[in-house]
């Protein structure tokens, strides 16, 4: 508990800003789906100040999202409004939040890699269980090599991806896209540079 919250204090901490640390333009991953995305209903997990859940629900999407992080969240809200869309927020860590079952045509995450490989088989678990069959699981994270680059991410190994960790957490879905890749991010003050990324969509059978 105490770690959890030294975790807390330290993302509020994080976003007491008033930039938007990860700024407020929408994922580029997420955004290169685009195509893949028809209207449903989404969640996007740990969803920090916003940027993806509003850009979804942008597209026509109803959209439930939540954080631990209540400076995130109050911020997320700040940008629905600005952008004149209507998403649903929690503040609530991942493992208090009530995930509805086989509810969402899309479940998103984009950067969690707080979680190490126990919480994050929790996370994926949790994350298939509230996808509806058919519906699509969308996730960006820092790959191995990051630690080569530190521009962002937790800069611990054990918690970034691989292409077969996902492929093999996801077993049984179609895997739509799956790539490593290295690129130059600009993604506020948090996410800046050239980074090494993993992008992810497959499809629950
Ligand atoms: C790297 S940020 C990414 C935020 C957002 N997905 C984005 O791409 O802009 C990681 C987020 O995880 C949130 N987080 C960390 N631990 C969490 C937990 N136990 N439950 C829910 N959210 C958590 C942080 O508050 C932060 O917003």
Same mark, same amino acid.
């Given at each position: 508990?105490?770690?959890?919250?030294?975790?807390?204090?330290?993302?509020?901490?994080?976003?007491?800003?008033?930039?938007?640390?990860?700024?407020?333009?929408?994922?580029?991953?997420?955004?290169?789906?685009?195509?893949?995305?028809?209207?449903?209903? =989404?969640?996007?997990? =740990?969803?920090?100040?916003?940027?993806?859940? #509003?850009?979804?629900?942008?597209? +026509?999407?109803? #959209?439930?999202?939540?954080?631990?992080?209540?400076?995130?969240?109050?911020? =997320?809200?700040?940008?629905?409004?600005?952008?004149? #869309?209507?998403?649903?927020?929690?503040?609530?860590?991942?493992?208090?939040?009530?995930?509805?079952?086989?509810?969402?045509?899309?479940?998103?995450?984009?950067?969690?890699?707080?979680?190490?490989?126990?919480?994050?088989?929790?996370?994926?678990?949790?994350?298939?269980?509230?996808?509806?069959?058919? +519906?699509?699981?969308?996730?960006?994270?820092?790959?191995?090599?990051?630690?080569?680059?530190?521009? +962002?991410?937790?800069? #611990?190994?054990?918690?970034?991806?691989?292409?077969?960790?996902?492929?093999?957490?996801?077993?049984?879905?179609?895997?739509?896209?799956?790539?490593?890749?290295?690129?130059?991010?600009?993604?506020?003050?948090?996410?800046?540079?050239?980074?090494?990324?993993?992008?992810?969509?497959?499809?629950?059978?």
């Amino acid at each position: 508990m105490a770690k959890f919250s030294q975790s807390l204090d330290r993302w509020n901490s994080r976003f007491s800003t008033p930039n938007y640390l990860f700024g407020t333009k929408v994922n580029h991953y997420l955004s290169s789906q685009k195509d893949r995305l028809d209207i449903g209903k =989404a969640l996007a997990i =740990a969803d920090g100040e916003g940027r993806n859940s #509003v850009w979804l629900a942008q597209q +026509g999407i109803a #959209v439930d999202a939540f954080d631990f992080s209540p400076v995130a969240v109050e911020k =997320a809200n700040q940008l629905a409004r600005e952008n004149r #869309v209507s998403v649903h927020f929690s503040c609530s860590d991942w493992q208090s939040f009530v995930w509805p079952k086989s509810t969402y045509d899309y479940v998103v995450g984009i950067f969690f890699q707080f979680a190490d490989p126990q919480d994050r088989a929790e996370i994926f678990a949790r994350m298939d269980q509230s996808l509806k069959s058919g +519906g699509l699981v969308i996730i960006q994270g820092y790959s191995e090599k990051q630690l080569e680059y530190n521009t +962002g991410g937790p800069g #611990v190994l054990e918690n970034l991806y691989t292409e077969d960790l996902l492929r093999s957490a996801f077993a049984g879905y179609q895997i739509i896209d799956s790539r490593t890749y290295e690129q130059e991010i600009e993604e506020g003050d948090g996410h800046a540079g050239m980074s090494a990324l993993v992008g992810f969509v497959a499809q629950k059978p």
